[in-house]
């Protein structure tokens, strides 16, 4: 008979997999300056965000102008951060060789890259959540909808700029090179996703190219919230297209994840 290779069965992936989540997980602890990136950059770009638009003129029967654009940068900013975050944290595992002995292990690249998005998933988590915190009940903000939903709705925003993050560190080969990815895949995003022109206003072409783009379905699903007292179907339908693009993200991450060690 002759021997066949296969990967070996047992939990051995899983414990790869739990350990490179915790891994992570204790990196991010003791790195001071990342946890600050996380949770208190998008809070106090909120807070900005208050004073700017604080001695706004308001109207009879519209919402405040720091009530329309901040429940919007609750989904934009996290997505954002999480994104360089990850992307450079990412090429760092890479230079420093960790990432390249992983993927000698029997491991999966699904799984590894699953490990490394689930721990950074945790820290997007904990930032959107305290940058809701602070704008809802320190900064005042006011949606029609629940509080929560809003958070959930950050939560994937994040988990979304997550996804993308290790997508574009598959593509690059420096931090430099990593970070030079947000003007392409975050900034379009940002200019069509609906914040600055609402995107029925956008000329045909662009509004196509918006609703290809899963942070135009973010802010969707925000605008419900801020606009409907509960949850809506078009803000489920809104929040299940952003979950797939993540999905769709890390699948293509782990299918263009290469070693570049001899």
Not at 169 to 193: D, G, K
């Amino acid at each position: 008979m002759t021997a066949t290779l296969s990967r070996p069965a047992g939990p051995q992936p899983l414990r790869c997999y739990t350990a490179t989540t915790l891994r992570i997980l204790r990196q991010l602890r003791t790195d001071r300056r990342t946890i600050a990136m996380i949770l208190v950059v998008p809070a106090a770009l909120m807070a900005l965000l208050y004073f700017v638009y604080k001695n706004y003129p308001e109207f009879p029967g519209q919402p405040r102008l720091f009530d329309r654009i901040g429940i919007t940068m609750l989904g934009i900013l996290p997505f954002v951060v999480m994104f360089l975050i990850t992307a450079i944290a990412m090429q760092r595992e890479r230079v420093s060789g960790t990432l390249e002995r992983l993927m000698t292990t029997p491991i999966a690249k699904l799984d590894l890259l699953a490990g490394y998005a689930s721990a950074f998933s945790v820290a997007a988590a904990a930032q959107a959540a305290v940058a809701c915190l602070v704008a809802f009940w320190l900064l005042g903000l006011n949606s029609a909808g629940s509080p929560a939903l809003v958070v959930l709705i950050a939560i994937l925003d994040a988990v979304l700029g997550v996804a993308l993050g290790l997508l574009a560190s598959a593509f690059a080969r420096t931090e430099f090179q990593a970070v030079q990815f947000m003007p392409v895949i975050v900034l379009p995003q940002f200019f069509l996703c609906g914040l600055l022109v609402p995107r029925g206003q956008l000329p045909g072409w662009l509004e196509a190219i918006s609703n290809v783009l899963p942070l135009s379905y973010a802010v969707d699903a925000l605008q419900q919230v801020s606009t409907h007292t509960g949850a809506t179907a078009l803000m489920w339908r809104d929040l299940a297209v952003v979950a797939a693009f993540a999905a769709v993200a890390l699948i293509l991450g782990a299918a263009t994840l290469r070693r570049r060690t001899a």
